[in-house]
């Protein structure tokens, strides 16, 4: 690897899973603006819906996510009395004008319901939203939390993809991390989602993680290739204890550098290659015939709060706390607090505190860093003939970047401007320059890779 790339392998920038991203909402976007936008969707409109669970029955210590361990169900069942009004005045505003094309599961863990709650939970979203016939269903999956009772609750809400989390199979690196999930107990939860009908399993794995190795991350991504999963994503370990505590119980001193940090990934992207399996945006991979790699292959990707997607929705409802929503006007927030949450939402409020509406540079932007997270290019010609002078005032800064910088992260090639396959895994690096609100913010982020 050329030095200047070495270089930038410590770098901190954000994910952009949206831009603006989350660290730059505001409380100027609450509730009442929620309301309007959500009045604005029009008839014929489709939409996605994200619902939150906010709760774990233990907590894994490599997790970012916003969750609570709780060992009593008390707290679920209160919450979704809350979720459940929170659905029941979404689903009243929106009064029907919109379709729901996708539904996504996620948390915590939303497998830790019960399965009568989870039936109860699909019933309420199909009385109170349209579904269209062929709306796709996906569902976060813990492997421990698995029963018959859970995977049949599952087919019945209409499950279309399980995504489990795998991490590393590794026993030494498991217990470091707090999750410990044997080869066997995810073989039996895919077979038993599959032969309830599910028709796409996704396996979520980590490189950076602590102890692992280069031979680790080898020996799970041969296993999990093993289970012929639809698709797979790569994650790279964000190490952030100053955001989330508990990630204070993995000691630093186990977590690997960041050059083994690159190796780790770029060994385990050769192998799902190797295996057949196409490559979308920098860090998922699927079957060629699977909806996501179609849509890589033909520049129809695209990525919001869950990562790379198929879905072209462009408003995303998030339910529960901390969900996030995406409208074409901007997006915004839930409050964070469970408590508060439950009070915001408990007599027909909304729970929204904060967030962003989107300028025209905004969108440029968005749309110039979406690209290059997708499909590693952009158009300037397309760019020009979107946005107008919006777009050749970032057209400049385009062509400054490819023309003046060493490493050549960005290069032009006749009206593309396209990231060198050997600069793909710094991506996020190169989205960065294209982010007015990074410098003058004071969020922390993790390693680019």
Known sequence: MRPELAARLGENVPRYTSYPTAPHFHPGVDATICRGWLEALENGDEISLYLHIPYCDRLCWFCACHTKQTRHYEPVTAYL????????????????????????????????????????????????????????????????????????????????????????????????????????????????????????????????????????????????????????????????????????????????????????????????????????????????????????????????????????????????PSSISQFRQGYVQNMPSNTEYGRMVSDGGLAAVRGIALSDDDRVRGWIIERLMCDFAFSAIELVERFGKAGQRLLLKASSTALHDPARLLELDGDRFVVPAESRPFVRSIAAKFDKYLETGKARHSVAV
């Open 81 to 320: 009395r809350s979720l459940h009004a929170e659905i029941a005045t979404v689903a009243r505003i929106v009064g029907g004008k919109a379709g729901v094309r996708a539904v996504h599961f996620g948390g915590g863990s939303p497998t830790m319901l019960k399965s009568e709650d989870m039936v109860v939970l699909g019933k309420a979203l199909r009385s109170s939203f349209d579904f269209l016939p062929d709306a796709k269903i996906s569902v976060e999956i813990d492997p421990n939390d698995m029963d018959d009772a859970r995977l049949d609750a599952l087919a019945e809400i209409g499950m279309t993809r399980a995504s489990l989390g795998v991490q590393d199979f590794d026993l030494k690196v498991q217990k470091a991390i707090n999750r410990e999930q044997s080869f066997l107990q995810t073989k039996a939860v895919i077979d038993g989602v599959r032969s309830r009908g599910v028709e796409s399993v996704n396996l979520d794995l980590l490189y950076g993680l602590p102890h692992q190795t280069r031979e680790s991350v080898s020996s799970t991504v041969a296993q999990a290739l093993t289970l012929e999963p639809d698709r797979m994503a790569l994650f790279g370990y964000a190490h952030v204890p100053w955001f989330k505590k508990h990630q204070t119980m993995i000691d630093e001193a186990w977590l690997p550098g960041p050059a083994q940090r690159l190796a780790q990934s770029q060994l385990a992207a050769c192998l799902m290659l190797n295996a057949g399996y196409e490559p979308v945006g920098f860090d998922h991979f699927a079957k060629p015939n699977d909806a996501l790699a179609v849509a890589a292959r033909t520049g129809c990707l695209r990525r919001n709060f869950q990562g790379y997607t198929e879905d072209r929705c462009e408003t995303l409802i998030g339910l529960g």
